[in-house]
DNA sequence: ACTTCAATAT
DNA sequence: CATATTGAAG
């Protein structure tokens, strides 16, 4: 109980107020219960706690309220929180290149809602890393082996390494799939199996179709984002460049390529429009349907300006991360032990001028929103 | 019917 | 190498 009265005391507060206080606390977190379903378990307790405390006798905690809510409780009254989980964990990262941890990510809260008459709304998820980082939880990080056949294709199990997990459905399958292709869609037969070997799968594949997609993991995002930040920037690092490092047997220049590709394609401002009216600190939470959630784009301006810290409580992981925002990315001892392209080589005329694009030195960052393509607005998007 | 994304094509 | 287009998947 010292515990209480420290704290009451420096409320200043009766145990009567502080468990008014611890009540309303509770109140205020029901909704999120179910984000942040210890928090409200420890109010709860420690609302009880005060009381038999206060009173000696155990008395109900609940008396208003419901211990535990369920999430279809909520749903019942409109739109729901789907997902939002934060759960940044990188439990299995990779063995191997773990020191660079850091963030990873900046604007990847996204809001879902669901409502229950409306399956499109806003279910933008907001960023292409969606895939990235649901797929393939466990790295491999076998990258020694010679494994990662480019043919392989994980399922996504979002667990493990993934940031996010929805709560609902979601099946795991082990993980232990490192490898595994696709089945032959058509013309391949079976043959090769048989003798040698397993893998070879761009082998015997006769006829053009289509290489098996690359399925980016999130280990190898992770490395991917690692290179890049080695070499100075989205901007400045090239596909060649970026694999080298990478290190990861099997990625073509290609695959890395088109990545990177996307990774600029997103990682780059979003979204022109700017929100006006309110300052961007004045509303960290916007209100979505019932429900405050907080806003990406906050988590994203935060990353820039405001420090790191809080990036990483209030923003969830997300995979992209600025990226080279910062300095000191992994081993730097000496500033040109690497080096830094910095400025792309313009070819000659054009590049209309008015691409945002050209950074200066430091290595790129542009910590801006990418929060994305979408809500609400449809187009935006090439297909059409 | 739409979006996202890796693979290709330029 | 950068970008644009394609085609598959969700």
Not at 250 to 261: A, F, P, R
Not at 331 to 337: K, M, N, V
Request: glycine letters at 4%.
């Amino acid at each position: 109980m010292y515990f209480f009265t420290e704290k009451m005391q420096r409320l200043k507060m009766g145990f009567p107020d502080y468990i008014q206080a611890l009540e309303e606390e509770r109140r205020k977190i029901q909704v999120f219960c179910k984000e942040l379903p210890l928090s409200f378990e420890l109010v709860t307790q420690a609302i009880e706690a005060c009381r038999q405390q206060l009173s000696g006798t155990t008395s109900e905690y609940n008396l208003n309220g419901q211990s535990e809510c369920s999430e279809r409780t909520t749903s019942s009254e409109g739109p729901v929180l789907e997902e939002f989980i934060p759960i940044k964990k990188r439990a299995s990262s990779s063995p191997c290149c773990d020191e660079d941890d850091e963030d990873y990510e900046q604007h990847s809260l996204r809001q879902t809602v669901l409502n229950e008459d409306n399956k499109n709304n806003d279910k933008r998820k907001s960023d292409w890393l969606r895939s990235v980082q649901l797929w393939n939880p466990d790295p491999p990080a076998e990258e020694d082996a010679t494994k990662k056949v480019p043919g392989m294709e994980l399922k996504r199990s979002g667990s493990g390494g993934g940031a996010f997990q929805p709560f609902h459905k979601e099946e795991r399958a082990a993980k232990a799939t490192e490898t595994l292709y696709k089945a032959p869609s058509s013309t391949r037969v079976a043959a090769a199996s048989s003798s040698a070997g397993e893998l070879t799968p761009e082998k015997n594949q006769n006829e053009g179709q289509r290489k098996q997609r690359r399925c980016w993991s999130q280990d190898l995002h992770k490395r991917f984002l690692h290179a890049l930040q080695q070499l100075g920037g989205a901007d400045s690092a090239t596909p060649k460049q970026i694999r080298e490092l990478m290190n990861v047997d099997g990625l073509t220049n290609d695959e890395v390529k088109s990545h990177l590709q996307k990774y600029r394609l997103h990682t780059r401002r979003p979204s022109p429009l700017v929100h006006n009216s309110s300052s961007p600190q004045a509303a960290p939470f916007v209100l979505v349907g019932n429900i405050f959630v907080q806003s990406p784009e906050y988590a994203a301006v935060a990353t820039s300006t405001a420090s790191r810290e809080v990036t990483t409580v209030t923003a969830p992981a997300g995979v992209y991360a600025p990226v080279a925002t910062h300095p000191t990315p992994v081993s730097q001892p000496s500033a040109d032990s690497i080096k830094k392209p910095q400025f792309k080589k313009f070819k000659h005329s054009e590049h209309s001028n008015s691409d945002e694009r050209g950074h200066h030195s430091e290595g790129a960052v542009h910590s801006n929103s990418p929060t994305s393509s979408s809500s609400t607005h449809t187009s935006a998007s090439p297909s059409y």
